[in-house]
């Protein structure tokens, strides 16, 4: 598998490292940040980071073939963007062709509480067939830590991408 890791905004990128940390080693990673997030994550061993002006970069095309692209955390400013088909940036561009080849899309918008126009833009991008998956808790698995808690939303995340783990407990 093929995937990017978009991570937007500062606000969350603790989450969006350990995602990365978590997947299996056999799954291809590429990275785009935007600069606000660079400030707290640190780069990884083994995975392809591309600066988010280089719009060339191949996984901006459609003939590159990425399986499926999250974007943690997505902010406001980013979901805007995707919402309006404005693709100034590589992470922006990205999801765009995401979105154009009917590829998986993960977007986990991290503000709240969600103004009416955030809302708008999250159902239209639903519409199109967008997965809007906000860090929200299940407390069913009982999470006592916040590792627990990252795990619960890394392995919601996870199940959504078809990748096999046991981060957290399942419903019974």
């Not at 990017?4 to 969006?16: D, E, H, T």
């Amino acid at each position: 598998m093929k995937l990017v890791v978009g991570i937007s905004g500062a606000s969350g990128a603790r989450v969006a490292k350990r995602f990365v940390e978590s997947l299996p080693k056999e799954i291809e990673v590429f990275i785009i940040q935007t600069d606000s997030a660079k400030v707290v994550f640190e780069k990884e061993e083994g995975i392809t980071e591309f600066e988010n002006s280089d719009i060339s970069a191949s996984i901006a095309s459609g003939s590159f073939k990425c399986d499926a692209m999250v974007i943690i955390p997505t902010s406001m400013n980013t979901l805007a963007k995707i919402a309006c088909g404005i693709a100034d940036n590589l992470l922006t561009r990205t999801a765009s062709v995401m979105i154009k080849e009917k590829r998986k899309l993960i977007l986990a918008p991290r503000e709240m509480p969600f103004s009416s126009i955030s809302l708008e833009n999250m159902l239209k991008l639903s519409n199109l067939g967008v997965i809007i998956a906000p860090p929200v808790l299940g407390y069913y698995s009982k999470q006592q830590t916040l590792e627990d808690m990252e795990n619960f939303l890394i392995g919601k995340w996870f199940d959504l991408l078809d990748i096999s783990h046991d981060l957290y407990k399942r419903w019974k």
